[in-house]
């Protein structure tokens, strides 16, 4: 999406927010443009992210039939063999369950935001990837219905990036991927 347009719909957004809490309207601002902050061209806009309790992301897996596994039998988010989902983004829940939808694979999760993971802002710790288990299914449909962009990387028509890290795909969600 392009960052004007990204900014049109946050400032679309934060006006229907600001006419449901009768905080006021946005009709005193011409269309499209922020009231209170009206950035050029070139500043970055960053989204606010909703973040999910463990329990909340695996209610949302568990209905839509994906699994997790954790090496440690645990969903400690600071232990390392534990499979966590505490302050994992909503829209990486929503990518995972758009990514069974759309491939009809078993998909098993085996890696969420505990620590020991690579640290970075599109981190497992940040709430913006998740590992799941390799299988023929999975593995053919990512390598049959995404862009190769080399080093082992596939991007979706949506920007997430699926990279094989050997013996597990390590998944980007920038995005929900089309929920």
């Not at 070139?42 to 209610?59: E, F, G, I, N």
């Not at 491939?103 to 710790?125: D, K, R, V």
């Not at 023929?136 to 080399?150: A, P």
Request: overall charge positive; proline content about 2%; hydrophobic content about 35%.
């Amino acid at each position: 999406m392009h960052v004007s347009r990204f900014r049109a719909a946050l400032v679309a957004a934060a006006a229907a927010l600001l006419a449901v809490a009768g905080a006021g309207t946005a009709a005193a601002a011409p269309a499209g443009q922020d009231p209170v902050f009206t950035p050029s061209a070139d500043t970055p806009v960053t989204a606010l992210v909703t973040k999910l309790t463990h329990a909340q992301a695996t209610s949302r897996l568990r209905a839509a039939g994906i699994s997790w596994t954790s090496s440690g039998g645990c969903s400690d988010r600071n232990n390392s063999t534990c499979t966590s989902f505490e302050q994992v983004n909503l829209t990486t829940i929503q990518g995972a369950e758009t990514l069974k939808r759309a491939s009809g694979c078993a998909l098993t999760i085996t890696g969420g935001t505990e620590t020991g993971h690579a640290s970075g802002t599109y981190s497992h710790w940040n709430g913006y990837k998740l590992d799941y288990r390799l299988g023929s299914c999975i593995d053919s449909y990512v390598k049959n219905n995404f862009t190769s962009i080399g080093g082992s990387k596939w991007q979706s028509g949506s920007g997430n990036v699926y990279y094989l890290e050997g013996n597990h795909w390590d998944v980007t969600y920038y995005n929900c991927g089309g929920c």
